[in-house]
């Protein structure tokens, strides 16, 4: 079937580059008329509100507990990014961007991720990468909210097909394989052959393609292939805000579907001046894999993910403690 690697890449990419760098796309909706945007949920209704609080909140979310309280008072926002595989979410992050520190967090949730709908569903279909198929995207919102325990309603859902020609256009990623990258599926469509020899190297669309594309040979199954795609992410998105960006976002936003409106990403324009790929931290979802009901889950760790969303929004960190880690291996170390 269709490319099953999804694109962690492109949809942080999007949202990083194009949300947070809005003066170039700024540029590109007030002078680039021809501009090709995809799918832009919510219409404008003219009313006056605070468009800047507007953004920051969830409808759905509950306020009242000690986060909520936190999540009240913050200035930051938080986006859900989600690439497909067929009907299946194969990759699924969350994007949190602090407005004052000018500081983002990627958190990557594992698409086995145990999150059951109805206690009478198959085992498949408790995983988080069934949710959008049976539910819909905003079911899947809900979902990822509910889990991570912040204010989630923000959305951008990714295509696949634009993967190669931003890459090319970045004029490659640099990456460090970690390993000889070999396999073949000659009934796949189209046809896989992957051949990535070790070491660091400059990857050009279809390499890069490639590489997020590669599941085998990780010692740490899922978790290994994450922490390779978010490598390579934080190379790609420091390249691209080190370009002009008016020709990249151009080429990859017609491919997005979201409800963040224009006026939403024009509205940060003035925040995000001076946002640096050096201020992105990337982590995993608190948990462990674990077999049950017949299937290999990844089980929630809820003390772990109360902690880490604890950490966003600082309440349990003084000044000098970044504000995310990384996880390794089932443990978290320090992003420098």
Do not use: W
Request: aromatic share 8%; proline share 4%; glycine share 6%.
């Amino acid at each position: 079937m269709i490319r099953h690697f999804l694109k962690i890449f492109f949809a942080s990419l999007v949202l990083i580059t194009v949300i947070l760098s809005v003066s170039s796309l700024g540029y590109i909706l007030i002078v680039d008329r021809d501009m090709v945007i995809g799918t832009i949920k919510g219409v404008d209704t003219g009313e006056e509100k605070d468009e800047k609080k507007y953004f920051y909140e969830s409808s759905t979310f509950d306020y009242t507990s000690n986060i909520g309280k936190a999540a009240k008072n913050s200035k930051r926002f938080n986006v859900l990014l989600v690439g497909l595989e067929g009907h299946r979410t194969d990759t699924i992050m969350v994007a949190s961007y602090d407005i004052e520190k000018k500081t983002a967090d990627l958190i990557s949730i594992p698409r086995d991720t145990y999150a059951p709908r109805n206690a009478e569903d198959s085992p498949d279909l408790k995983k988080i990468n069934s949710v959008y198929a049976k539910e819909g995207i905003d079911s899947l919102v809900t979902t990822a909210q509910d889990l991570l325990g912040i204010p989630l309603e923000k959305y951008v859902i990714i295509d696949y097909e634009a993967v190669v020609a931003c890459v090319d256009m970045l004029g490659g990623v640099e990456v460090d394989v970690p390993f000889h990258m070999q396999y073949t599926d000659p009934y796949d469509d189209p046809p896989l052959y992957i051949d990535i020899p070790e070491g660091h190297q400059l990857l050009n669309g279809e390499q890069a393609l490639k590489y997020v594309r590669f599941r085998k040979g990780y010692s740490n199954q899922d978790l290994g292939r994450i922490q390779a795609q978010q490598q390579f992410l934080k190379s790609a998105l420091k390249k691209a805000l080190g370009l002009k960006l008016p020709s990249l976002i151009k080429e990859a936003y017609s491919y997005v579907e979201t409800n963040v409106t224009l006026t939403d990403i024009l509205s940060l324009a003035t925040d995000v001046v001076g946002f640096s790929a050096d201020n992105v931290s990337v982590t995993t979802l608190p948990g462990v894999e674990t077999p049950l009901e017949g299937l290999s889950f990844y089980i929630p760790d809820e003390d772990g993910i109360n902690t880490l969303a604890e950490t966003l929004y600082a309440m349990n960190q003084s000044e000098n403690i970044q504000p995310s880690t990384e996880q390794t291996d089932g443990q978290s170390k320090q992003v420098n």
